[in-house]
């Protein structure tokens, strides 16, 4: 098994909370992180600059799939951009916790 740090943006908090309570929520992964930040990027041929939300999911290899499929099919940009980085080194006790959170099976509560 292989632990992934999954990554995306989106234009508000709201957009943001609203995809980590779904793929959390679902166990596709066992943490979102919300960040504010600043993109600089090319888009219908001019440069664009913009605040965004970053979202970075902890799960797991075996769980991508799905979490990549739940983010496009809730995704409010048009080009979304979604991807993984492995994880070299994780505490183990860590592991199993994103791994346990990553099985696919829903949250109770929340």
Do not use: N
Not at 32 to 38: M, S, V
Not at 66 to 71: D, G, H, K, P, R
Not at 95 to 104: E, I, L, N, Q, R
């Amino acid at each position: 098994m292989t632990l992934l740090a999954v990554y995306t943006t989106v234009a508000t908090a709201d957009d943001a909370r609203a995809l980590a309570h779904a793929i959390v929520g679902q166990g596709l992964a066992a943490c979102a992180q919300i960040t504010p930040i600043e993109s600089v990027y090319v888009w219908d041929g001019a440069v664009q600059q913009s605040l965004e939300m970053r979202l970075l999911f902890k799960t797991t290899d075996a769980m991508y799939p799905s979490l990549e499929a739940a983010l496009r099919a809730r995704h409010p940009y048009e080009l979304p951009a979604i991807h993984a980085v492995a994880w070299a080194q994780v505490e183990p006790a860590f592991a199993a916790w994103v791994a346990d959170g990553s099985s696919g099976r829903p949250a109770s509560g929340g």
